[in-house]
């Protein structure tokens, strides 16, 4: 039989084994961190260095640093005015999102969204919003909708938004396109159509782009006797042949 004293003495033990447990779990989550950090800022001061190969082997390393370097990344496309840097910056971008597009990153993929998702507010560059759009089309799902069904009413994104919309999987993002073609000036309702109509929804009264010529042409549609004609000319030249 286990006297009190000794059931104390193994419930004080499991409570100081449990303690030191945490202490060592928050003491790696903090020396994790720390080690995030510094991949950042290592990635950062070699996409900004001078020297090309420099950049292109930080530009090619940048998927295993992930979501935590996407919003430095962002800053230097947005504020660096060497055109090399800001164009080795957003390539590192593309490089996150395609690494952590892999099958079996599910976790890597998610926090790159939540980092990305912000940078497509207005206070943002055109050119940053832009390619933050396009990333979210292949990375997001129904949690960017909204964000990026906002931005249909920007005239410099919005086309770029209606086509993420058209990509992105799912009844939000086509309730979101049903919802903006509803509220959308007239010269762009031709847009959201087409972007409906690729997602098998059919838009009554409203032209279909892909039925234009895509040249002008002098020839008109023939009459019912050119075409009875034209029939008749076409069997006969089977027969001889």
């Known amino acids: 039989m286990v006297s009190i004293h000794e059931e104390w003495n193994m419930s004080a033990k499991k409570s100081k084994m449990a303690a030191m447990a945490t202490a060592a779990t928050a003491a790696l989550a903090v020396e994790s961190r720390a080690a995030q ?3 950042v800022d290592d990635l950062i001061a070699k996409i900004r260095d001078k020297n090309d190969t420099v950049r292109a082997e930080a530009m090619f390393g940048a998927g295993k640093v992930g979501a935590p370097a996407v919003k430095p990344l962002a800053d230097v496309v947005a504020t660096d005015k060497d055109f090399e840097i800001a164009r080795a910056a957003r390539r590192a971008m593309w ?3 395609r690494y952590v597009g892999r099958p079996g990153a599910g976790d890597e993929k998610k926090a790159t969204v939540a980092e990305l998702m912000p940078l497509v507010a207005d206070s943002r560059p055109v050119a940053v919003r832009r390619e933050v759009l396009w990333m979210l089309s292949e ?3 129904d949690e960017a909708v909204e964000p990026v069904a906002a ?3 920007d005239k410099e994104l ?3 938004a209606r086509m993420v919309l058209q990509r992105l999987p799912g009844e939000k993002s086509l309730a979101a396109l049903k919802a ?3 509220a959308a000036p007239d010269d762009f309702k031709i847009n959201i159509a087409e972007s409906l109509r690729a997602r ?3 838009v009554p009264g409203l032209p279909d782009e892909k039925r234009k010529p895509t040249r002008q042409t002098n020839m008109k549609p023939l009459d019912e006797k050119q075409l009875e004609e034209a029939v ?3 069997k006969g030249k089977g027969k001889k042949r």
Do not use: M, P
Request: overall charge neutral; glycine content about 12%; charged content about 25%.
């Open 37 to 39: 950090a510094a991949a």
């Open 95 to 97: 490089q996150i999102a």
């Open 139 to 141: 990375l997001a799902g």
């Open 151 to 153: 931005i249909l009413k």
């Open 158 to 160: 919005r086309e770029d």
């Open 180 to 182: 903006g073609l509803a």
């Open 200 to 202: 098998g929804v059919e």
């Open 232 to 234: 008749k000319s076409s």
